[in-house]
């Protein structure tokens, strides 16, 4: 296979055109999204807001068959449902946040698997759990564009307040910034930006475009600025190596994107100069060799 049928030629095709043009916009939300979500130590409740938007599409699906517009508009309901009612049993009762976005996840999770069985036709939603390159249309590229563009415009315009709330919400709500609203404003713009994610990435795999990225430039950069350009950076050339393997070895596009992403993730983990375990065993190897007596 030549340098031109491995790199080029898939992207000749509109649909492929269509599916890398998508995964690069989401890259510059979720990147900029991930970074947040790891710092504040939200990942797993992204994770809960992922699986949540199961039931919403099911149920779109089982009312009104296979529109687009309704799919979609089922999956931010069930994601916005999560958010709230995770906020409202944290602050009303004794739950903890992330106890109750774990058992809102379940239950909505629960829900969607239960309302699939009852679907009336043998309707393969399988593109929806795991991705499809090839059902990424003008529309749902259009969608990636207003939600990425939106996410970014917000970040830069409340960018104090969410820098605040990141590193020190205490402070920042002690000095009268609204930090429940910025909380849920985050969680919002999150479900957003995966049920984008949902055609290309799928709902169980959408959270690695945004968190794998994040990670993987958190072992490699101290300044925040540059740990987001990073992270989008490797967002854009994992989605673009997993679309690639997706086309060739005839994959799940949203499974391909995450295993080159976590590929990069590993990589980092073990060769990062500072932070990357290689580096730590042997600094702390030279330590017990400086030792007196070693």
């Not at 995964?23 to 409740?45: D, E, P």
């Not at 563009?149 to 709330?165: K, P, S, Y």
Request: glycine share 10%; hydrophobic share 60%.
């Amino acid at each position: 296979m030549s340098l031109h049928e491995l790199l080029i030629e898939p992207f000749t095709y509109a649909f492929m055109q269509r599916g890398l043009a998508a995964a690069i916009v989401l890259s510059f939300s979720g990147g900029l999204l991930g970074c947040i979500l790891m710092l504040r130590r939200l990942a797993l409740m992204g994770d809960a807001l992922a699986h949540s938007l199961l039931p919403g599409i099911a149920l779109a699906w089982l009312v009104f068959g296979a529109s687009p517009v309704a799919l979609f508009a089922g999956a931010l309901i069930a994601g916005l449902l999560t958010a709230l009612g995770s906020a409202f049993l944290s602050r009303f009762t004794r739950v903890k946040e992330d106890a109750a976005f774990g058992a809102l996840f379940l239950v909505f999770f629960a829900a969607g698997v239960a309302l699939i069985s009852k679907l009336p036709t043998r309707l393969n939603l399988s593109h929806f759990l795991f991705g499809n390159i090839l059902g990424a249309g003008p529309d749902d590229l259009r969608l990636a564009v207003v939600i990425s563009a939106a996410t970014v415009a917000l970040f830069a315009v409340f960018r104090r307040a969410v820098l605040l709330e990141t590193f020190d919400p205490v402070f920042h709500r002690a000095t009268g910034g609204r930090g429940g609203l910025v909380h849920f404003g985050f969680l919002a713009l999150t479900v957003l930006n995966l049920v984008a994610a949902l055609q290309t990435m799928g709902v169980v795999l959408a959270l690695g475009l945004f968190l794998l990225p994040a990670a993987s430039a958190y072992l490699w950069c101290e300044n925040f600025l540059r740990l987001i350009a990073l992270s989008v950076a490797i967002a854009i050339a994992g989605s673009t190596a997993g679309i690639l393997l997706s086309y060739h070895a005839g994959l799940a596009s949203g499974a391909a994107i995450v295993l080159c992403l976590g590929a990069v993730f590993i990589i980092s983990g073990l060769f990062s100069p500072r932070h990357g375990a290689i580096s730590r065993l042997l600094h702390a190897r030279r330590g017990e060799n400086a030792r007196p007596g070693a």
